[in-house]
């Protein structure tokens, strides 16, 4: 199975670093797993999804970089996985609501394990003309006062529909 355009780009947003590590959440089919992996010599994947489905999936098509220890995938809701404090250097999650609507206590796990300097993508894809309005209203809205600010907004015409990202990093001082 090919990637699509959207997780394709979203991969080529976080261009992770040799040796960082990454959370992705709400990882479905591990797709976005598999290309993160790939991107990421030395470094390593942990993703979380809440269903058990897509957890026993994106093990499956990563089951090369599992075994290597490269890449790890936990199952149920963030807020319940132990994650270690301050152990990602960036956090991403595409099309993933639960980072946009209340009540957002996923802002508060991200906020524990992110590492000082460390950063975040939350993607979506745009299913309407106010779509990345009012995903970035609400991000910022549960990121802000947990010290989150936007560093930047990225757009891309993917197919089948369009795609965007918020970056959010930490406040100074925060």
């Not at 098509?61 to 270690?84: K, S």
């Not at 460390?118 to 010290?147: F, K, N, Q, W, Y």
Request: aromatic share 4%.
């Amino acid at each position: 199975m090919r990637a699509s355009e959207r997780l394709t780009w979203a991969a080529g947003l976080v261009d992770p670093a040799p040796g960082e590590r990454v959370l992705e959440v709400g990882c479905g089919h591990g797709v976005l797993v598999a290309l993160l992996a790939a991107r990421l010599p030395g470094g390593h994947v942990v993703a979380v999804d809440r269903s058990p489905a897509m957890v026993a999936a994106a093990t499956a098509r990563n089951r090369a970089a599992v075994d290597a220890g490269r890449v790890t995938v936990h199952g149920g809701p963030l807020v319940e996985v132990e994650l270690p404090e301050r152990g990602f250097d960036v956090v991403v999650s595409f099309d993933v609501r639960a980072f946009w609507t209340p009540p957002g206590a996923e802002w508060d796990v991200v906020d524990r394990v992110l590492a000082t300097g460390g950063r975040i993508l939350v993607g979506c894809s745009v299913m309407g003309p106010d779509t990345v309005e009012r995903v970035l209203a609400g991000v910022l809205r549960a990121a802000g006062p947990r010290g989150f600010t936007e560093h930047a907004l990225h757009r891309a015409e993917t197919s089948p529909l369009p795609a965007a990202a918020v970056e959010l990093r930490r406040a100074p001082g925060g």
